[in-house]
């Protein structure tokens, strides 16, 4: 939401926004604004801690998102996935995480819960390769620093 003025971009009106899509025939789509709205109100549902109530706001803007790909499909996989996590639901926020990943995989955050989610599974190699990629991405990445220092590992 950086373009949009940050956390503010989450109660700005917007009625609708051009997506880029890489390699795409027409590489440009609108993402209408009852998307847009349900992706902001699942927002403001994380800040206040709602994260049931999130994730079926982000269901809603998947849904009213009538794509396949992109960014914003690729945003909302990746915050349905963080959502999972902090409930817990870690098999789920791994497969999320994975189909964010394979929408864009060129998000440090995705590739941070990627290494996380590796480290919970003790799968030291993954974890790794995973904050590797993250640092790659956004070499001061905060959560890609804190899984490399508890790997002890020199991953750049």
């Known amino acids: ?4 003025g940050g956390l503010a ?4 009106p917007i009625d609708a ?32 801690n709602e994260l049931h109530a999130a994730d ?9 998102r ?18 999972a996590f902090d409930l817990g639901d870690h098999a789920r926020a791994d497969s999320l995480n994975q189909r964010s990943l394979a929408l864009n995989p060129k998000v440090a955050n995705a590739w941070s819960l990627a290494a996380d989610l ?7 190699a993954a974890a790794i390769e995973a ?8 070499p001061q ?4 620093l804190r899984v490399a220092e508890a790997l002890g590992a020199d991953v750049r």
């Open 1 to 4: 939401w950086g373009t949009f």
């Open 9 to 12: 971009g989450l109660t700005r």
């Open 17 to 48: 926004m051009l997506e880029f899509i890489d390699n795409e025939h027409s590489p440009a789509v609108m993402i209408e604004g009852p998307a847009i709205r349900a992706f902001q109100q699942a927002g403001l549902a994380v800040r206040a």
């Open 56 to 64: 079926s706001l982000l269901a809603v803007a998947e849904r009213e």
């Open 66 to 83: 009538h794509a396949e790909r992109g960014p914003f499909l690729a945003a909302i996989a990746l915050n349905r996935a963080f959502v």
């Open 118 to 124: 590796a480290l919970l599974r003790n799968d030291r």
């Open 131 to 138: 904050v590797k990629r993250c640092l790659s991405i956004e």
């Open 141 to 144: 990445h905060a959560g890609g």
